[in-house]
């Protein structure tokens, strides 16, 4: 069978039209998307404080006032990079799903392959790519690590004070002294305060929602009858019955609609162990319209890409010796909060 190499149009399209694992924080946060037409990526930083105008008399000149300015931070963005042999012999096996008879000739079993690996990596990319995104939120920075890149640690600035740790009689625990409402009204007020945005979504782990449900001081607080739930997952990208063992549940509202969710999702690291992505005792606040998250891509040093800013690059290669076909997908990405105090972390169990 002569190879047949896919053009990148084609497994784009492939790709692009594949189901998509969840991307709660993604679609959450990060809704805009910018490609960098280099390997680097910059973004700025404006710190503006709350001056006020100046009082002088009408007769006098005005006061000349010092520009506030900004930091412009640059970052090369680590590759993600997976790539699969198609196997010669899964070619003459019956794929899961055909006839035990077999029904499919070489041609059409190997562009399924193909197309199973394209959706195995392509999960695999979104997944770090909402990893990037929650991070970006729950602690106001993304670390970025692998086995051969150098670990560092892209710090967007955010406030000291959007980070809390409760212990002793505060924690959530503590029906007889702790004031949970109490607490995520503070919260959003320090958080309004540091980014000029109060707290729209408060997103729970398991844990933390426990607690907070089994508050006395939280049942008569949260409203459950929520308008047009469905909507707003769908609007979301979250399924119900989440075939990828996430867990997001929009829980009711509380005050003036400022939505409560439960959450637990988690990724597979490199020893194979299962990680929760958020930590089940913590609670993170946040306002969506403030961050004004942004998806970063860095363009990609490929010849075959044409150095092109794309999210993912997809390509297909055959060796001679042993003969085999790989398939590979490509991406630099970064997710970037553009207002980082507009998110709050709160561990709330000891």
Known sequence: MAFTPYTTHEMLGVINNLPRPSAFWL???FKQQVNFQSQFIDFDQIDKGRRLAPFVAPTVAGKPMKAEGYNTRRFAPAYVKPMMPVDPERLIKRMA???YTGTMNLQSRRNAIVADILSEERDMIYRRWEL?????VMNGEVI???????????AFGRDANNTVVLSGTDVWSDTSNSKPPKD?????????RAGGYPVTDWVMGVDAWQSFWEHPDVQKQLNTDIKNSGQIMLDLGINQADEN???????GTLGS??????YSDIYEDDDGNNVEIMDSKAVVGINPTGVQGVRC????????????????????WPEQNPSVEYVMSQSAPLMVPRRPNATFKATVLA
Not at 245 to 251: N, P, R, T
């Open 144 to 154: 970025v690590e692998g086995e051969d890149y150098p670990t560092q640690t892209v």
């Open 184 to 192: 995520l009204e503070g919260w959003s007020l320090s958080m309004a």
């Open 297 to 316: 891509f860095g363009a990609i040093m490929d010849a075959e890409a044409g150095y092109q800013s794309l999210d993912i690059f997809p390509k297909n």
């Open 97 to 99: 799903g055909e006839p």
């Open 132 to 136: 990037m995104a929650a991070q970006a």
């Open 245 to 251: 063992g996430a867990i997001i549940q929009l829980k």
């Open 257 to 262: 609609g400022i939505r409560v969710w439960v």
């Open 27 to 29: 679609n959450l946060a």
